[in-house]
């Protein structure tokens, strides 16, 4: 068993800047010895990957739509072009119009529903069928979620469903893929700054409630997610599927705040 990624290739989805926990696992996976590629979405947000994927050494940038079929087609294509096979793939891919994370969640509207579920989840059971199909030797598919999926979270409202339904998702994908040799696995993080977390409500004071109150004493770090990334997709993650992996200092064993912070 060991932790070496040499000689896996695989792709890296939602990485936004050199904040985004996609990068973080990139990072981590680069240095552990993996080739990389990665997707992005629109211009601008190619032009801040572009030399985060150069320091590792990638010269593979997508532009890809997961809600576009012939987006997502091209993108496969031409990593089967460029590699033929794949070891793994990082899906870190999530949205929900940020005027809907405040407020009531019974406020939900149906188009904003139905555009969460369908690029916070159902993008990852979509990249999940193209994927599988470049794994001949099996590999691994990584997801990230959050614990607004199971317990009630301030501002969180409609990705707390969305998230839900991810985290059942990586489940049934655990199943049905497991005889092909591949691991469905997803990592949940506590509170990050990162662009995404700043979307949301609150966020600042969500992110100083759980550092203080973590049994360990702190939020996760981008080197923590990274470094369980690369132990689920590395040869020691072999026996690992259908997880949710909490990195989070403990919070989510809690069922109050500590006791110097109650009241």
Sequence with gaps: MTLSM???RGLVMGVANERSIAWGIAKAMADAGAELAFTYQGEAFGKRLE???QSVGSDIMVDVDVTDDTSMDAAFALLRERWGSLDFVVHAIAFSDKNELTGRFIKTSRANFQNSL?????????VARRASEMMPDGGTLLTLTYQGSNRVTPFYNVMGVAKAALESAT?????DLGPQGIRVNAISPGPMKTLAGAAIGGARKT???TDTNAPLGSNATLEAVGGTAVYLASDAGACTTGEIIRVDGGFHILGMPQPEHLG
């Design 118 to 126: 369908t690029i916070s989840c159902y993008s990852f059971i979509d």
């Design 51 to 53: 030399p985060l994927a």
């Design 207 to 209: 992110y100083k409630h």
């Design 171 to 175: 489940r049934y994908l655990a199943n």
């Design 6 to 8: 040499q000689g896996k």
